[in-house]
C-alpha cells in the first residue's frame, strides 16, 4: 500500500522553523528558504486554496507551523495551500510506517521509521509490549506481516 495522508496537520506543525519565507513579491508566489539544508524552493498558493490560505487563524493557533499549513474551519482537516509546488521534502514526506486505528477509525499509534512506536492507547501499548516487541528483525516485510496480522486480529486496522 501507498502511503495516505490523514490530514492531521501534525507534521507541519513545526515545519516554520524549517521552511521560512525569504522573498514574498505579494503574487502569491513565494520563495522558501530550508533552514537546514539551505535549499531554495519557489512555491505558490494552489487556485483552489486561495481562501483558505488567506484565513489567517491557524497561523494564530500554531505559530511554528509551515507558513502554508491551513485548517479547513469545515471539515477539521489540514490542508497544504502550495501542495502542487511544495518542495521535495514535504513530497517525499511520510509521517509512518505503519498506521493503526481503532475500529471506529481513530488513531490507536504508530509505528515511525525502522520500528519506533508510538502509542495512542493502553490497551495497544500493552499488546505491543507483549506481543510485538519479543519479535525480532523490525526491518524486514515479514516482521511487518507477523505485525499486521497481531494488531488485525486484536481488531485494529493498519495501514502502510
Not at 127 to 132: A, G, K, P, V
Request: net charge negative.
Amino acid at each position: 500500500m501507498v502511503f495516505e495522508c490523514q490530514q492531521c496537520g501534525e507534521c507541519c506543525s513545526i515545519m516554520g522553523q524549517v521552511l521560512v519565507v525569504c522573498e514574498d513579491p505579494g503574487t502569491k508566489k513565494y520563495v522558501l528558504s530550508n533552514q537546514y539544508t539551505g535549499e531554495k524552493t519557489t512555491v505558490e498558493i494552489d487556485p483552489d486554496k486561495v481562501d483558505l490560505y488567506e484565513d489567517r487563524s491557524t497561523i494564530e493557533r500554531f505559530p511554528e507551523a509551515c507558513p502554508f499549513l491551513r485548517f479547513n474551519r469545515e471539515d477539521g482537516r489540514a490542508y497544504c495551500t502550495v501542495h502542487l509546488t511544495r518542495p521535495d521534502m514535504c513530497r517525499d514526506f511520510g509521517c509512518w510506517r505503519l498506521l493503526i486505528l481503532r475500529p471506529d477509525g481513530r488513531r490507536a499509534g504508530r509505528v515511525m521509521c525502522q520500528s519506533h512506536f508510538c502509542p495512542d492507547d493502553s490497551d495497544l501499548a500493552r499488546l505491543w509490549e507483549e506481543r510485538i516487541r519479543p519479535i525480532d528483525d523490525p526491518g524486514g516485510a515479514e516482521w511487518d506481516r507477523s505485525v499486521i496480522s497481531i494488531l488485525t486480529r486484536a481488531g485494529y486496522q493498519v495501514r502502510i
